[in-house]
Structures are given as structure tokens and as C-alpha cells.
T-cell receptor
Framework: GEDVEQSLFLSVREGDSSVINCTYT??????LYWYKQEPGAGLQLLTYIFSNMDMKQDQRLTVLLNKKDKHLSLRIADTQTGDSAIYFC?????????????FGGGTRVLVKP | NAGVTQTPKFQVLKTGQSMTLQCAQD?????MSWYRQDPGMGLRLIHY???????DQGEVPNGYNVSRSTTEDFPLRLLSAAPSQTSVYFC?????????????FGSGTRLTVV
């Protein structure tokens, strides 16, 4: 079945790299996404990766996809206090009805000065 | 600004009351959906629509109704509010195949049922 899991919390010092991990169970994903949610706001699409890719880099963001282990990660280089937020991974399945995305529970990232 | 607009931002209801959460988008997206967000549970899909006149249930549809008479609007109705429906509700839209664009989310409606 569909299940996307993330760790609940990550604390990192300003200037360090953050790595947020996500595991999923369904291998029929087409796209995998990372969203950011700041306090009191909706979710904002950060980046995505197509399921036939292993890595994607976009400025400070690096997405790694390990299809064998069904593991997705988001690395944020030079983490800033403005990166403090909840990060959600999500997958879109080939078989999903309509356009459904399945979301993980979110990882709360706290950046300490 | 283009995007997804949700109203109201905050609402307090008494148990048993009904209300409608509004969602409108101006991007001509075919797909619209409603999620609820509860602490530690991520986002759970309530209902979705793949186009005007077409709706379907998500994971947690009980206690909620939707309709889609136009491409732009996708209201969510709570029929008889219960404390278990206290949550933050998000409306999201996308092109028919989200692909590289993913979803565009509204800013949410925080609902408290007392």
C-alpha cells in the first residue's frame, strides 16, 4: 500500500548542511516532491525529482533518490534561519486515482544560530 | 495575485453547526483537492475533483461534502461539525497531471469545533 514516512524533527546549526530523509513503500512512483511549510502558511513546492533520476540539484537543494531502498533525501547546504520550517515529502503514483499525492507526516527543521 | 484563495482563515464552530469552506483558483487547473492537517499525521486527503462536475472521495471523507460546478471553485461543506473535525484545512490545485508543477496550496483554514 501507500505509505510515506519521515522523521519528526531535525535540529541543525546555521551554516551547516541539513539532510531530511523520507522512505516510501510503493515503487510505482512517477514524481517525488519536497514541500516546505512555514508557520501559519500553506505548503510551498521546493523541488521535485522524476522517478527515473538519481539526483537533482537546485541551488542549495540536492535531492537524492535511491529506488532500490525506496529512500528519498533532501539536503540543504549552508542552512539559514529562514530554512526553519516543516518539510514534507510526497509521491505521485502511476496508479493513483485522479492526481493524488501521498504525503509524509512532515519533518520539523529547527535552525539554531 | 494568481493562486489558490481560501476563506475564511479562521473559524470557530459549535458542535452540530454546518459551514462551508471556500476555495477558488484562477490558474485554470483541472484538479482540485481538500486536505486536512493534524499534528504528527501529515496531510490526509478528504475529497478531490478532476474537473467541473466530477468529484471523488479521498482517505477521510466522512462528515464532508464537496461539489464542483465551475473549474475555479471547490467548496468543502461540513454537514454537522464535530470536535474531531478540529484541524487545519488546505485546498490544493494542479494541472491534470501534476508532473513538474506539483500542487499549488492555499494558505489554509484553521477550524476549531467546540
Amino acid at each position: 500500500g501507500e505509505d510515506v514516512e519521515q522523521s519528526l524533527f531535525l535540529s541543525v546549526r546555521e551554516g551547516d548542511s541539513s539532510v531530511i530523509n523520507c522512505t516510501y513503500t510503493d515503487s510505482s512512483s512517477t514524481y517525488l516532491y519536497w514541500y516546505k511549510q512555514e508557520p501559519g502558511a500553506g505548503l510551498q513546492l521546493l523541488t521535485y525529482i522524476f522517478s527515473n533520476m538519481d539526483m537533482k540539484q537546485d541551488q542549495r537543494l540536492t535531492v537524492l533518490l535511491n529506488k532500490k531502498d525506496k529512500h528519498l533525501s533532501l539536503r540543504i547546504a549552508d542552512t539559514q534561519t529562514g530554512d526553519s520550517a516543516i518539510y514534507f515529502c510526497a509521491e505521485k503514483l502511476i496508479k493513483a486515482a485522479g492526481n493524488k499525492l501521498t504525503f509524509g507526516g512532515g519533518t520539523r527543521v529547527l535552525v539554531k544560530p | 495575485n494568481a493562486g489558490v484563495t481560501q476563506t475564511p482563515k479562521f473559524q470557530v464552530l459549535k458542535t452540530g453547526q454546518s459551514m462551508t469552506l471556500q476555495c477558488a483558483q484562477d490558474m485554470n487547473h483541472e484538479y482540485m483537492s481538500w486536505y486536512r492537517q493534524d499534528p504528527g499525521m501529515g496531510l490526509r486527503l478528504i475529497h478531490y475533483s478532476v474537473g467541473a462536475g466530477i468529484t471523488d472521495q479521498g482517505e477521510v471523507p466522512n462528515g464532508y461534502n464537496v461539489s464542483r460546478s465551475t473549474t475555479e471553485d471547490f467548496p468543502l461543506r461540513l454537514l454537522s461539525a464535530a470536535p474531531s473535525q478540529t484541524s487545519v484545512y488546505f485546498c490544493a490545485s494542479s494541472y491534470s497531471r501534476a508532473g513538474v508543477y506539483g500542487y499549488t496550496f492555499g494558505s489554509g483554514t484553521r477550524l476549531t469545533v467546540v
